[in-house]
Every structure is written in C-alpha cells, then in structure tokens.
C-alpha cells in the first residue's frame, strides 16, 4: 500500500520535475561567458569590435547568437570573417553543443558602433540575445539574454582558472537615456545627485564563480576604482533578523560552483565615489590566495526587475570551508 502511494507520488513528481525541467534548460547562467573585451577599430573611433569566449558545455542542445544590444550603441552587427568592423555581416552565430567558441580577430566578433553617449574608453554593458535551437540548428522558439560587462582593451586579457559569469550590480541613480542634451560625457559622472545630498549607499555585486584549476584556492580580497573600501560580505538570518557582515575570504574547491547572490554572499561597495547607471559597466578586481588577480567588469543593471532574465538556478553548491 505504502509502496504503490509512493510510486504514484514519484510519478507525479516526475511529471512535474518534466514541466519545469524545459524552463530551467534555458537560464542565462547556463551560457558561460568570460575574457570579454573591446578595442577600437583602427577606421573609425566609434565602432568597437567585441571579443569574448562563449561556453556552450552546460545547455544541452546548440544555442545561437543573434543580436546585442546596448543603452550606449547606435547599431551592432554579428561579424563573420576578417575582423574588419564592415565586414562579414552575419544573421546569427551557431555554437554547437559541448562547444567553447572563442570571438576573436579573424573569426567572430560583435561590431559595435557607439553612440554619442557614450565616452570612448569607458566599459559599457552589452545584453546578448542567444537563439535555442535543436539539433538541426533550428530556433525552438525560445531567446535567452545574457548581459555582460565590456572594457575597452589593448589586447585580450589572459585567460584564468577561475571561470567568473553572469557579474552585475544594481544601478544607484536612474539615467535619463532619452535627454540627449546634457552635453557629451555626463551620463556617468554627473555628480550633481552628490552635491545636493543624496546619501550614497553601498552597492552589491554579485556573480557566480568556478575554480577550474587543479588546487583549491580561496577569494582573499576585492576591489574597484568607484568605491573607497570594497568587502566580501555574507548576508545570515538569525532570530528572523537580516544582518550581513565581512568575511575574511570565501573557499573555492575545484570544480564547484560558488554563487554570490542576493541574500547571500555579495561584495560590498563600501564609499561609492559616484553613482552608478543602468548601461555603463565598472571594473572589479578579484584577489586570490593562489596570487591570481583577475579583473572582471560588472555590467550595471537589474536582473530582477523588467524583462531581464533572473537566474532563477539556485541548485549550486554554498558549501564552504569556514
Ligand atoms: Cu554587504
């Protein structure tokens, strides 16, 4: 009796594991995107070619890229071919399943032409609008956005054994993207919220973070040119009380996922130098017990507010050595 009320309660938990599984199949953290980066096009200064590794070792099935978009670009081309910015213009860019493709010079990259709101040299934030597909390599219907973080570079940075994905940080101030009037460059540094008093209150950053290495290492320290003290922090309930305090550093196993997420692990912005806008991206760099100092840029946004899509996967490991 006991045993066919089980079977029955697992095969309805099957099925539901069956209705949701599809939706899960699709998380943007699922699409691994790290060593992005930008250089001007020797033509124009406006148009800048995005560089990146996309993984697709994690989603089960070959996905496509088929278009970006930015707060701060005017257009922007999937580019085939030569690296040239002009050239070989591509409706979508198929990375097959199990596949780690490299945009590079010379192969793909994302040609971005800016607008006059953005300042040359800066980071800007870049959503990527990735196809599902079937293994005919074609669309089920379903688009997932990643955002990423874009510095502008002279050369690509070096690859690491820590994976960092899927980075953000909520805005601190709106920025009025319609009002073209303010006269180049003050979209990031208009610090007149400042001067009229507005407290500034500390930002959190969150990301997810892979050791890929063959030793364990640990995250020892953080830090970022737009704030004057920055902590790794975990947030605890305790008696129903949120409290969040530092923490001297966070272990990283091999080949276990760590997430900083709301309500959880997060690195603390202390001392904001200025506010931070939807669009634009701010560099953060990483210290590890290894001596590896990575340098990640965090697009500026909201996951959990409009049609961005939320990282709903909390199925990764939080375990840590003290
Ligand atoms: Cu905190």
Redesign the pocket.
């Known amino acids: 009796m006991n045993r066919k009320l089980s079977a029955v309660l697992l095969s309805v938990f099957a099925t539901l594991l069956l209705l949701i599984l599809p939706a899960q199949a699709h998380e943007a953290a699922d699409i691994y995107i790290d060593g992005v980066w930008a250089t001007p096009c020797q033509e124009t200064n406006d148009i800048t070619s995005v560089f990146m590794t996309v993984d697709n070792t994690a989603v089960d099935h070959p996905i496509a890229l088929i278009g970006a978009s930015s707060p701060f670009a005017e257009h922007i081309h999937l580019v085939e071919g030569d690296g040239s910015c002009a050239e070989g213009i591509t409706e979508r860019i198929v990375i097959p399943f199990g596949e780690r493709m490299n945009f590079r010079e010379a192969s793909y990259a994302i040609a971005v032409e800016m607008n006059e709101l953005h300042e040359a040299g800066e980071p800007f934030s870049l959503t990527l609008t990735f196809d599902m597909l079937d293994n005919d390599l074609n669309s089920d219907g379903m688009t997932v956005d990643v955002v990423v973080g874009v510095p502008i570079l002279d050369e690509a940075p070096a690859s690491s054994d820590i994976l960092i994905v899927t980075p953000w940080v909520r805005p601190t101030a709106m920025a009025d993207m319609s009002d073209h009037d303010h006269g180049e460059g003050e979209h990031a540094h208009d610090n007149e919220e400042m001067a009229m008093g507005m407290p500034m209150f500390?930002a959190?950053v969150y990301l997810r973070l892979l050791n890929r290495g063959e030793e364990p290492d640990r995250l020892i320290a953080a830090s970022s040119p737009v704030a004057e003290i920055t902590?790794i922090?975990?947030?605890t309930v305790e008696d129903d009380v949120m409290r969040?305090?530092?923490i001297e550093g966070l272990d990283l196993p091999v080949d276990e996922w760590m997430a900083f997420e709301p309500g959880g692990y997060?690195i603390?912005l202390v001392n904001l130098q200025r506010e931070l806008f939807e669009g634009e991206a701010i560099p953060l760099t990483l210290t590890f017990e290894s001596g590896t100092e990575l340098t990640i840029t965090v697009p500026v946004y909201d996951p959990t507010m409009g049609g961005m899509d939320d990282d709903h996967d909390h199925d990764h490991s939080h375990d840590h050595g003290g």
Do not use: L
Request: glycine share 10%; hydrophobic share 25%; no cysteine.
């Open positions: 500390p959190a902590e922090h975990q947030t969040m305090g530092e997060h603390m």
